[in-house]
């Protein structure tokens, strides 16, 4: 492994601001499009990933984020595919720590499906990662083996037990799967609140091609919010944590409970983020096709200045926010590629 040839970054701060007013100040890196699940509404059983080849490598990963940081990025959040399961993934956190230790950003954290969490937890937590979100749709080994297909629970388990460990704050995020999980969320919310943990609630966008029909698997947000209120008092709080999630207090556990509604209510007024691909594509909206190629400008000279300018440019184009439709006569997806090209 090479040792990064990026230095850290003491500049002032400068700030993205898009076209709409909307500060730039969270990026989303998916470091590889690769994972050791094939959860059922985010991939085909048999998916064909990019060659290694076209990835951009750890240094490059390295550069392109701490320019991004220097541009003004406060929050920072590995995901994929599954982050975890990147070759030396744990090179690239311990480099990117040195922002969090310089102060330029204010939070370095994960989306991860836990799997690989026993292994890693004790360092992430040694690399100034505070908070860590882990995937979980089912609290049944059989059901998690089912919507996963190649998912083991109890290994996920004692990856929470490792992140709690050490000191990581874990959320749980949990796809809301008609005919799934809707009776079980009850249950996963008490499990989780139980345990000191928040939990939120995702509707399935229809992002990819998948082997099942997303009609089936789609259920809106307003509906279990419904269902919950006949057995818990829920109260709207301002709570965020970074992302498009609006809270709710549940009086009968004390926790929180996160919405994050793509679908029944367009969050994008507030969005304040972009993301970046593994091979270096910046996507300026999760539901929209518009890009830029990064790769190109970030390997087209040693100094940032091009890649900075191409950053700007893409900024520029942000577009006011995302149009996604899930009803039987819309077969197709609404954007082609997977969630695990994007990041979650
Ligand atoms: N592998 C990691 C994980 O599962 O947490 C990180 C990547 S995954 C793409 C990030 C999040 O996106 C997960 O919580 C997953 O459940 C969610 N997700 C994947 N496909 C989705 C879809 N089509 N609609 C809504 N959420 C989706
Ligand atoms: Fe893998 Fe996460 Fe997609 Fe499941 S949701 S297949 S764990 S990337």
């Known amino acids: 492994m090479q040792a990064s040839k990026t230095q850290p970054i003491n500049l002032p701060q400068s700030s993205m601001i898009d076209p709409f007013g909307r500060t730039i100040d969270y990026l989303r890196v998916s470091v590889t499009d690769r994972c050791d699940f094939r959860c059922v509404y985010c991939m085909a059983e048999d998916m064909t990933f990019l060659p290694k080849r076209d990835l951009l490598s750890l240094e490059e990963l390295d550069r392109l984020c701490s320019v991004f940081i220097e541009k003004g990025v406060r929050r920072l959040r590995l995901t994929g595919g599954e982050p975890l ?18 102060g330029a950003l ?7 499906n836990g799997s690989q969490l026993e292994r890693f937890a004790g360092e992430l937590a040694d690399c100034g990662v505070r908070r860590i979100n882990v ?52 249950e996963m ?4 609140h139980g345990r000191g943990m928040d939990m939120t609630v995702i509707e399935t ?4 091609e998948i082997d099942a029909d997303r009609t089936d698997q789609y259920l809106p947000l307003s509906l279990l919010r419904a269902s919950l209120e006949h057995d818990f008092t829920l109260t709207d709080i301002p709570f965020k944590t970074g992302g498009p999630a609006r809270y709710v207090e549940v009086a009968e556990t004390g926790g929180r409970l996160g919405f994050i509604t793509p679908m029944t209510h367009n969050f994008c007024e507030s969005c304040n983020r972009v993301r970046i691909t593994c091979t270096g594509t910046l996507y300026m909206c999760l539901g929209q096709d518009d890009a830029a190629d990064l790769r190109e400008a970030l390997r087209a000279s040693e100094g940032n200045e091009l890649l900075s300018s191409a950053i700007d440019e893409a900024i520029g184009r942000k577009p006011k926010g995302h149009d996604f439709v899930i009803d039987r006569r819309t077969r197709r997806p609404s954007v082609s590629r ?7």
């Open 135 to 186: 995937s979980i749709d089912t609290l049944d080994p059989e059901k998690f083996q089912a919507i996963t297909r190649w998912g083991k629970l109890d290994k996920v388990m004692r990856g929470i037990e490792a992140a709690e460990a050490a000191g990581l704050h874990v959320k749980i995020n949990t796809v809301a799967l008609k005919g799934f999980n809707e009776q079980e969320i009850p």
């Open 338 to 344: 997977h969630m695990s090209v994007t990041g979650g």
């Open 189 to 192: 919310m008490r499990w989780a």
């Open 106 to 112: 204010e939070e370095l954290t994960l989306t991860s």
């Open 85 to 102: 399961v990147r070759k030396n993934i744990m090179h690239l956190i311990r480099q990117l720590s040195r922002h969090i230790r310089s």
């Open 205 to 208: 966008m229809p992002m990819g």
